[in-house]
């Protein structure tokens, strides 16, 4: 694991340090032959941690294009009717990916459910509080973010629940 002092600040981590919530940033090579197939999966296995406390950042919306921002473990899927419920919407859908950075401000491979263009309701696993420290994107291809469960709850105003298959 690469542990970087980058000069280059994404906006997660500028809103962590505002919020003074501790993270430290992890740089790694990126495969971008392979970035629509198990990008959190590979980036644990890179980074040599465990894929179950490494979280990815899924972006849903209804059907009037309101978005909702869910992290589950790098290595489970995401259960829709869940998060639906939990969101009070009758249905939800994954966002496609190329409407990703215009409704974000994030590519994927690289979205971060910490600094987007606006603030959309965040769903984080349960799952989350079973480790001290867990990983999500830092907001570009290539960088990794460790933090506490409770820091990523507190920057997001997520709601911890139950949101994947099991």
């Known amino acids: 694991m690469k542990h970087t002092a980058h ?5 997660a981590e500028r809103i ?3 919020q003074q919530i501790a993270f430290e940033a992890f740089e790694y090579d990126v495969d971008h032959e392979n970035l629509h197939v198990g990008i959190g999966v590979r980036v644990a296995d890179v980074l040599g941690l465990n894929p179950d406390c490494c979280f990815k950042t899924l972006v849903l919306h209804n059907t009037h294009g309101d978005c909702f921002v869910c992290c589950i473990p790098s290595s489970c899927e ?10 009070h919407e ?3 859908s994954m966002l496609p990916p190329a409407q990703l950075e215009q409704a ?3 590519v994927r491979g690289g ?3 910490i600094g987007m263009k606006k603030a959309y309701p965040v769903f984080i696993d349960e799952s989350c509080m079973l480790f001290s420290e867990m990983y999500i994107s830092g907001g570009r291809r290539g960088l990794t973010l460790k933090l506490a469960p409770q820091g990523l709850i507190d920057a997001t105003s997520a709601q911890v629940i139950d949101i994947i298959h099991v």
């Open 111 to 113: 979205c971060s459910p």
């Open 16 to 18: 962590l340090a505002q």
């Open 90 to 92: 009758k249905s939800l």
């Open 78 to 87: 995401l259960d829709l009717k869940k998060v639906s419920a939990a969101a």
């Open 7 to 11: 000069t280059h600040k994404t906006n």
């Open 104 to 106: 974000c401000g994030y």
